[in-house]
């Protein structure tokens, strides 16, 4: 069977286990499982870079998406504005990773760095990033300051940094 690349993206997106939200065992850090699908794989037999930055994205969105109040995940939306990755290791076709990512400091009016791991099955990190987002108020498409109440489900800050 050939499937388009939307198809292949869904399929990708559905093979991923589901998030953890490690907030529930009393810990700031959130992880998530992705596995490399043919589509994430290029000519030189591994992911992608461009499929880490996608990766780094889909876990930052679902752990805001996992302890963010609904009301902020209402009225706020983030956007990245730097990326520093390090890439130390490959992953090739059918070999899982799984992300952890965590806000290791306080926001500084609208950003907020994230750290984002992907570890091997001997849990030796294999791509480690670095992001700052910054928030933007839906009504008004502006910068909004990060207020405590909405860093409050990310502390406690500096685990792991």
Not at 23 to 40: E, I, K, R, V
Not at 49 to 54: C, K, L, R, S
Not at 117 to 145: E, N, Q
């Amino acid at each position: 069977m050939v499937y388009s690349e939307y198809e292949l993206n869904l399929l990708g997106w559905c093979l991923a286990e589901p998030p953890n939200s490690a907030q529930s065992h009393g810990m700031s850090a959130f992880t998530q499982t992705f596995t490399a699908l043919p589509q994430h794989i290029d000519e030189l037999g591994h992911v992608n870079n461009a499929v880490w930055v996608d990766w780094i994205q889909q876990i930052a969105t679902a752990h805001w998406s996992a302890v963010a109040a609904p009301e902020h995940q209402a009225a706020y939306v983030w956007v990245v504005t730097r990326h520093e990755i390090d890439y130390r290791g490959n992953v090739g076709l059918g070999e899982s990773v799984t992300a952890e990512t965590f806000i290791p400091a306080p926001p500084t009016g609208a950003r907020f760095d994230r750290r984002v791991d992907f570890r091997g099955p001997d849990g030796k990190v294999i791509v480690a990033a670095r992001t700052t987002w910054a928030m933007i108020d839906k009504a008004s498409g502006r910068l909004a300051r990060v207020r405590d109440e909405i860093a409050a489900p990310f502390r406690p800050f500096g685990e792991g940094a």
